[in-house]
């Protein structure tokens, strides 16, 4: 990708199912999703500290995470979101 900035959700997406998906499936979604979970604690305990470049790192470790568990199980996050929030003005917001 020429700009990272220009990163949309679904090229990262196939960033990580083009370097990853085969090794991914051979772990499965069991043990996928319990890393996800693992960055999430990571993601949380980061939340709490002062270290900004520790935040970013995390909250990436989740989205790549998060990326490669929807690989897996055949899910477009692309597609996902917009049908969620994006049709008819999306989900209400939690009060």
Same mark, same amino acid.
Do not use: G, I, P
């Given at each position: 990708m020429e700009n990272p900035h220009d990163l949309t959700i679904a &090229? !990262?997406?196939k960033y990580v199912r083009d370097r990853y998906y085969e090794t991914d *499936? #051979?772990?499965g979604t069991p043990k996928t999703f319990?890393? *996800?979970m693992e960055e999430i604690g990571e993601l949380s305990t980061a939340l709490m500290s002062e270290? #900004?470049?520790n935040l970013e790192e995390? !909250? %990436?470790d989740v989205v790549a995470w998060l990326c490669t568990? &929807?690989?897996i199980n055949g899910?477009? *996050?692309s597609e996902a *979101? %917009?049908?969620k929030y994006l049709k008819d003005g999306g989900p209400a917001g939690v009060k």
């Open positions: &090229a !990262f997406q *499936l #051979k772990r319990m890393w *996800l270290d #900004k470049d995390e !909250f %990436a568990l &929807a690989n899910v477009d *996050l *979101l %917009a049908t």
